[in-house]
C-alpha cells in the first residue's frame, strides 16, 4: 500500500489560514472604549467594520490627537496586519498580501508612503480587492477581501487617486479639557493608575510642560512606575522634574 506523504508544516499552514478567511470575523462591541471623546467616529469605524462590503479609512490630524489610540486597537482584530508606512519599501505590501492574507490592514504614516509600486497595488486592493504583480517574467494575481485603515499626519502628500478611495477622518488637537479626560482615561484604564496619581499627571503635563501629547503621559507613569511596585506622588512629581530640566536644557534659548 503507498504511504501517504506528510504535508509539511508551512502548506498546512497556509490550509488553516484559508479556512480561516472563510468564516465571519467577531468584532468586540466594546472595540473603542477605552478611547474618550469621538464617539462619531468610533460609530462610523464600527460601521465600516461590520460592513457586508470593505469600507477604507483615513485617520488625518496633527500628531498627539487619537489617530494612534484608534489604529492600537484596531490591530487587535483578528487578522489585522500593521505596518509603518515610512518602512513598506523594506517590508513590500504586495508581498505582504500575498503572505499574510489580512482582514484588516493598519498603515501607520501612510503620507510617507513612496514605492510605486505600493502605491499602485493599494490604488488596486481598495478599487476591486484584485492585486496583479508582474516581476521579473512572474506574474501573479489574487483577489483578497481586504480593509484598509490607515492615518496621516499630511493629507496633502497622499496622491489625490489614492485619497478618493478613503472615507477621510480629519482629528484636531485636543483643547486642554480634552486632553485631561483622555489622558485621565488612558492612565487609569491601560496604564493601572490611581485615579489621583493620573491626575496629577496631566495637570502637570499641561501646567508645567504645556504638552498635550498622551504619550507623555504615558511615559511618565511608566518611569515613575518602575521606581517600585506601588505608585508613588514623590516618584511621578521627580520623574515630571527631570522632563522639565530636560525641557530647559534643550530648548534654543539655551544653547550656546
Same mark, same amino acid.
Given at each position: 500500500m503507498e504511504e501517504i506523504p506528510m504535508l509539511d508544516e508551512r502548506y498546512l499552514e497556509i490550509l488553516r489560514r484559508g479556512l480561516a478567511e472563510e468564516g465571519p470575523v467577531s468584532i468586540p462591541d466594546d472595540l473603542f472604549d477605552v478611547i474618550e471623546l469621538h464617539d462619531d467616529k468610533k460609530r462610523l469605524l464600527m460601521a465600516g467594520l461590520r460592513a457586508e462590503d470593505p469600507v477604507h479609512f483615513l485617520l488625518v490630524g496633527t500628531p498627539a490627537s487619537a489617530k494612534s489610540l484608534f489604529l492600537e486597537q484596531l490591530r487587535k482584530l483578528p487578522r489585522a496586519v500593521? %505596518? @509603518? &508606512? =515610512? =518602512?513598506?519599501?523594506? !517590508? &513590500? @505590501?504586495?508581498? $505582504?498580501?500575498?503572505?499574510?492574507?489580512?482582514?484588516?490592514?493598519? @498603515?501607520?504614516?501612510l503620507d510617507k508612503v513612496g514605492d510605486r509600486n505600493d502605491l499602485a497595488a493599494l490604488l488596486s486592493l481598495m478599487e476591486g480587492g484584485v492585486v496583479v504583480e508582474t516581476k521579473h517574467n512572474h506574474r501573479r494575481e489574487g483577489k483578497f477581501d481586504v480593509r484598509v485603515f490607515a492615518t496621516a499626519n499630511r493629507i496633502e502628500r497622499i496622491p $489625490?487617486?489614492?485619497? =478618493?478611495?478613503?472615507? !477621510? $477622518? *480629519?482629528?484636531?488637537?485636543? *483643547?486642554?479639557?480634552?486632553?485631561?479626560? %483622555?489622558?485621565? =482615561?488612558v492612565l487609569m484604564k491601560r496604564e493601572g493608575a490611581p485615579q489621583d496619581i493620573a491626575e496629577l499627571i496631566a495637570d502637570r503635563l499641561l501646567r508645567d510642560l504645556g504638552t498635550r501629547d498622551v504619550r507623555d503621559a504615558v511615559k511618565v507613569a511608566r518611569l515613575a512606575k518602575s521606581q517600585g511596585k506601588t505608585w508613588n506622588m514623590d516618584e511621578v512629581n521627580l520623574v515630571m522634574d527631570l522632563m522639565i530640566r530636560q525641557k530647559h536644557r534643550s530648548s534654543p534659548n539655551n544653547i550656546y
Open positions: 500593521f %505596518i @509603518i &508606512g =515610512s =518602512s513598506t519599501t523594506k !517590508v &513590500g @505590501i504586495v508581498d $505582504l498580501l500575498f503572505e499574510e492574507r489580512p482582514r484588516y490592514l493598519i @498603515i501607520d504614516e $489625490l487617486e489614492l485619497q =478618493s478611495r478613503f472615507f !477621510v $477622518l *480629519t482629528f484636531n488637537e485636543y *483643547t486642554p479639557d480634552e486632553f485631561h479626560r %483622555i489622558a485621565m =482615561s
